[in-house]
């Protein structure tokens, strides 16, 4: 995904908010993650395609990180400093006073600097004044720590190292010493917090709209809660299908286009997506209540996999297996309708599904044809 830049429903950066808006998803996942901390604080903040946060909130994220870890996920030993599994040598053990009580009370201020860029928002850095002043409270070499601050590295992921020697090019084209912001490289240390835990590796479901983004990833939440079966291209088309029922609203092709699932594995990430014309199908309400109606997994597969023409067969079996259930026949072991219902036997049930399955598989057709 290019850098992107909605800014239909974003305001513009006042004295004490700052707007960020979508980019690649490591930023995302970081600004999410940040999102998660500020929930569990009971700090508001407003989303829609782009975020707005009151300045003052990014500091309180930082405490807000560490009593994230020990009450909500039960883990005592998150650190930033040092030796540590996620952000090696973010800090140095040495500079955890320094950065505590002098650099996170200044984050918030942070502001545009035209001689400065950053490759992922429209760059937050701290003034000369602020760093002038900082520099003060510094004991040892602050030009490399503020360069630090200034270079995407190591120190921002751990994980990253291997997938970004493997496939330099495969990830966002990322050199290793990229131009970043102070912002940025804050948020960056919440992005973990965004991933959700799977039997196939921790995913985040990344998109160009920071809402479409939350709710996605909550939907997600829920539904592993609910299943054991955690294929990654089920929980994406489910979380999706859940968008179009509880959002109503319609996605731009855009952000359509642009919704993909991170994986991480061990050292590895991985992408996933789901192919362009299911993605559509998925995202219309009125296709996604006729497939919560029909309520079959086995109906649900066949949409995610593209096997539509399956659907006017199944309903073909469904009008047999009615008519030999009034008749009271039984159905043969294998009967074709087992191959396309767990409820073959539920002449109610099967009656629905007659009055659904035709007009969702009319209204797919229609939906693909263009
Ligand atoms: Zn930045």
Redesign the pocket.
């Known amino acids: 995904m290019g850098d992107l830049t909605l800014e239909k429903d974003c305001k513009k950066d006042t004295e004490d908010k700052i707007v960020l808006y979508p ?1 690649n998803w490591l ?1 995302n996942a970081g600004v999410i993650g940040l999102l998660r901390v500020l929930e569990y604080k009971k700090i508001s903040f407003d989303i829609s395609d782009c975020v707005q946060l009151e300045r003052g909130v990014i500091k309180e994220s930082y405490n807000g990180i560490f009593e994230y870890h020990k009450e909500v996920l039960k883990e005592r030993n998150f650190s930033i400093e040092g030796k540590n599994k996620r952000y090696p040598n973010y800090i140095q053990p040495k500079q955890k006073d320094f950065f505590e009580n002098y650099y996170i009370k200044e984050i918030g201020n942070v502001s545009r600097n035209k001689f400065k860029i ?7 850095f701290l003034s000369n004044n602020t760093l002038v002043n900082l520099k003060q409270n510094f004991k040892g070499d602050f030009e490399k720590f503020i360069e630090q601050r200034e270079k995407f590295q190591g120190i921002h992921f751990a994980k990253l190292g291997a997938a970004i020697t493997e496939m330099p090019n495969a990830f966002w084209n990322l050199n290793f010493s990229m131009p ?6 804050y ?1 960056i240390i919440f992005n973990h917090l965004a991933f959700i835990q799977t039997s196939d590796g921790e995913i985040f479901i990344n998109a160009p709209d920071f809402k479409v983004i939350w709710d996605l990833n909550e939907f997600a939440k829920e539904i592993l809660k609910g299943t054991k079966d955690d294929e990654i291209s089920k929980i994406l088309g489910s979380s999706l299908l859940q968008w179009s029922i509880r959002r109503r609203t319609i996605l731009g092709a855009w952000t359509m286009m642009n919704i993909e699932v991170i994986v991480k594995r061990k050292n590895i990430i991985d992408y996933f997506d789901l192919p362009q014309d299911i993605t559509k199908i998925l995202l219309d309400y009125e296709i996604a209540s006729l497939i919560e109606r029909i309520n079959e997994e086995k109906i649900f597969d066949l949409i995610l996999s593209g096997k539509f023409s399956e659907l006017e067969k199944a309903n073909y079996f469904v009008l047999k297996a009615i008519l030999k259930l009034k008749n009271k026949e039984k159905l043969s072991n294998n009967d074709p309708i087992k191959r396309y219902f767990s409820r073959y036997n539920d002449l109610n049930y099967l009656k629905n599904v007659s009055k659904n399955l035709p007009e969702l598989y009319a209204k797919i057709s229609e939906k693909t044809r263009g």
């Open positions: 980019s930023y950053c490759n992922w928002c429209s760059g937050y970043i912001c102070h912002l940025c490289s948020l």
